[in-house]
Nanobody, 114 residues
Framework: QVQLVESGGGLVQPGGSLTLSCAASIPDFRQYTMAWYRQAPGKQRELVATISALGITNYVTSVKGRFTISRNNAGNLVDLQMNSLKPDDTAVYYC????????WGQGTQVTVSS
């Protein structure tokens, strides 16, 4: 059974940092493009970052230079390091597998507020 479990969300002040982790129970994990999406209240879901099977990364413009996606194929993990957080980064963050997306995690809340 495929499962993606996110962790690491929480409340952080503007300018702070958080690292989200996604533990993937998925066969042949290393072959999957992995991604992080987010959805803020009242807004459409947004693709934040992707990392391919070869480790090639892409980011939405609004997070470039602040967020870093990485993967650990030995541990079936995908991380999203988030620095210089802004209130606009407040959202539920979802880990996904596949491109097109095949699997979704349940999401983890990130709130950036003073």
């Amino acid at each position: 059974q495929v499962q993606l479990v996110e962790s690491g969300g929480g409340l952080v002040q503007p300018g702070g940092s958080l690292t989200l982790s996604c533990a993937a129970s998925i066969p042949d994990f290393r072959q999957y493009t992995m991604a992080w999406y987010r959805q803020a209240p009242g807004k459409q879901r947004e693709l934040v970052a992707t990392i391919s099977a070869l480790g090639i990364t892409n980011y939405v413009t609004s997070v470039k230079g602040r967020f870093t996606i990485s993967r650990n194929n030995a541990g079936n993990l995908v991380d999203l390091q988030m620095n210089s957080l802004k209130p606009d980064d407040t959202a539920v963050y979802y880990c996904t597998a596949g491109w097109p997306t095949l699997y979704w995690g349940q999401g983890t809340q990130v709130t950036v507020s003073s």
